[in-house]
């Protein structure tokens, strides 16, 4: 779960999550088991590849009803909404999925779910769909805030406090949301001209071109990271300098 030295590391996150199914197995110790399935939800979600990913939701439920478990429906079901999106639902549909996965997050004890956690979501499924990025004003971003401010503020028509907003826009924290994370800054950098983030954008997606942006969180997505990294090309061959 700390393998995140920089984007691009599913492949390397699923052979710790074969280890952990496999030892936990062997020895009986359920938690661990749960464990391990959900790091392979995560990292073969990342590699857009659903059918192995379903098959580790599936068990990593079985065990929790077993083990009385209840917290690990918060992922399975943020994983299967995740994937609703991910694998190619109309928007209205795709929205209303997290939605409805979002009512049961209230008390589950985790912040950087139960705040946040949906705005974002949403906010990446539409700058997948190429759609506006308008929030209420009262939104609360939790800990993302800084990452979607910039997007926010130009779909307000506000250009140059977005401008501003994403200058002071830090790198993401390397976790299972840095890709996605990523993908928006370099969203942003785009539709402002920003250059230099342009170019930070590109330089931390590289390694992660073939996963699926967000995925890897097995909650949410913005879509392929090649799409994110031809856009952002285009763009920068289109500018000066």
């Known amino acids: ?12 996150r699923d052979a710790v999550g074969v280890e952990l199914v496999a030892l936990a197995a062997r020895h009986g110790l359920a938690t661990v088991e749960i464990l391990g399935h959900l790091i392979r939800v995560q990292a073969r979600s990342a590699l857009a590849d659903f059918t192995t990913a379903d098959a580790h939701a599936d068990a990593a439920d079985r065990l929790a009803a077993r083990h009385e478990s209840p917290l690990v429906g918060v992922f399975t079901g943020g994983y299967r909404a995740m994937r609703t999106a991910a694998t190619g639902a109309a928007y209205p549909d795709a929205e209303a999925t997290y939605r409805s996965w979002a009512t049961g997050l209230a008390g589950c004890g985790m912040p950087g779910v139960e705040r946040g956690l949906l705005p974002l979501a949403l906010l990446c ?23 979607a401010r910039p997007l926010v503020l130009l779909s307000a028509g506000r250009r140059d406090e977005a401008a501003s907003a994403l200058r002071r826009t ?33 330089d931390a997606l590289v390694p992660a071109a073939g996963e699926v942006a967000g995925a890897g969180s097995g909650l949410l997505t913005v879509g392929p990271v090649a799409a994110h990294l031809d856009r952002i090309t285009a763009a920068l061959l289109g500018s000066p300098g």
């Open 1 to 12: 779960m700390q393998t995140f030295q920089r984007a691009g590391l599913a492949p390397q």
């Open 125 to 147: 499924l539409r700058v997948w769909h190429d759609r506006p990025a308008g929030f209420p004003a009262d939104t609360d971003w939790g800990p993302y805030a800084p990452w």
């Open 170 to 202: 830090p790198a993401p924290p390397r976790d299972l949301l840095q890709e996605a994370l990523w993908c928006l800054t370099g969203r942003a950098a785009v539709a402002l001209g920003d250059r230099d983030a342009m170019l930070r954008a590109r």
